[in-house]
């Protein structure tokens, strides 16, 4: 079956400008969570939806950030304002149920801001 | 404090040979998970192994085995005969139940070079 895909693979945006990234997770998996990776860093959490629940959004680093997600369909993470310090990829994951010990991931976006 | 520590920046190992990757946890949790996840160079993140805190045996999954050491707080992977495909990044990853987060803390990878 088809696993979690986001859109763009790439984007390089100016300095000031504001990025959309889309992330489709696998069918019926009601948990979604973002994630950012900096060059040769582990992953750092930015958010995380269950369902129709308000989302924790404990991890997203300033109010340039924001998600979206309508249900357990298609998710949307913003950034406004882009600065050089949001260059990273961002991955998206998923998991049938949030005690699921397993979170699928997408490939990522990568985001050079310039 | 960093929830997950990697000591381990690099690692090489001969081919066909077993390596452990080490990976240290700080939680103040009684339930938590531990993941390891394989990034290879195409960057796609790839599950491989799991451990509950209440699992009373070690993980294995082929050719990974989790060492969990719960009074030490550590969960080193083993890979047994390594393969050339075996090169990539490895990420240790916990979870903690029972705040109801169900974000993962990962550390910081360990790059694992397999040499024919």
């Known amino acids: 079956g088809a696993g979690v895909s986001q859109s763009p693979s790439n984007k390089v945006t100016e300095k000031g400008k504001d990025v959309e990234l889309r992330c489709d997770p696998i069918s019926g998996h009601t948990a979604l969570y973002w994630y950012r990776q900096r060059l040769g860093q582990g992953l750092e959490f930015l958010i995380y939806?269950?369902?129709?629940?308000?989302?924790?959004k404990s991890g997203l680093p300033s109010d340039r950030f924001s998600a979206e997600r309508t249900g357990e369909s298609v998710s949307t993470l913003t950034i406004q304002r882009t600065q050089q310090e949001d260059s990273a990829v961002y991955l998206c994951?998923?998991?049938?149920?949030?005690?699921?010990?397993?979170?699928?991931f997408g490939p990522g976006t990568r985001l050079t801001v310039t | 404090a960093q929830k997950i520590t990697q000591t381990q920046p690099g690692m090489f190992v001969q081919e066909k040979e077993a390596v452990t990757l080490d990976c240290t946890y700080d939680t103040s949790d009684q339930s938590y998970g531990l993941f390891w996840y394989k990034q290879p160079s195409s960057g796609e993140m790839i599950f491989l192994i799991y451990q509950g805190s209440y699992d009373e045996q070690n993980a294995t999954e082929g050719r990974y085995s989790l060492n969990f050491q719960k009074a030490r707080k550590s969960a080193n992977l083993v890979i047994s005969a390594s393969q050339l495909g075996d090169s990539a990044m490895y990420f240790c990853?916990?979870?903690?139940?029972?705040?109801?987060?169900?974000?993962?803390?990962f550390g910081t990878g360990t790059r694992l070079t397999v040499i024919p």
């Open positions: 990853a916990m979870r903690e139940a029972q705040t109801g987060a169900n974000n993962l803390f």
């Open positions: 994951a998923s998991s049938l149920d949030p005690g699921e010990n397993e979170q699928y």
């Open positions: 939806f269950q369902g129709n629940s308000a989302p924790d």
